[in-house]
């Protein structure tokens, strides 16, 4: 049974992950790119599907019933230019892997953090993957600058 402590950190973070899902659906409707690129946009979506849906059946009827609507209205306005397409998404992984991960330090549940680990790890490799579109310089894939949403 999840604490009220660590079912008030996982609505967020699946909050998070609604805002994120319905970002890449909302890129993949639009088939504005073409092969591999679209393919990536697809994978991503379904990634993030999936976490939704992990952290909706962990929460149960406590699960997030929106998702975090400041997210999504600020990364799909910066979507509207299909030349920041990239660095936008790359700044949602990241944000999205340093919330995961604050949230994990504050977790008492080992099964909700190693759920959550588990993300992390995905969603690190799609801001490493996303950094790739951008530029081959290394740091931008590696190093990620982005504050969690997540601070108590």
Known sequence: MLSDADINLLIPAQALELAARDIYASLVSRATKSGDEQALLELIHSHHVAYEQSLNGVLGKRAATSRN???YT???AALS??????STLLELENIAVATHTAIIEKLSSAKMAALLASVITVE???AAILATQISSNLSLALDNPQQALVTQ
């Open 124 to 126: 690190a490799r799609h």
């Open 69 to 71: 609507a400041e997210v």
């Open 81 to 86: 230019d299909s030349s920041k397409t990239w």
């Open 74 to 76: 600020r990364f799909f």
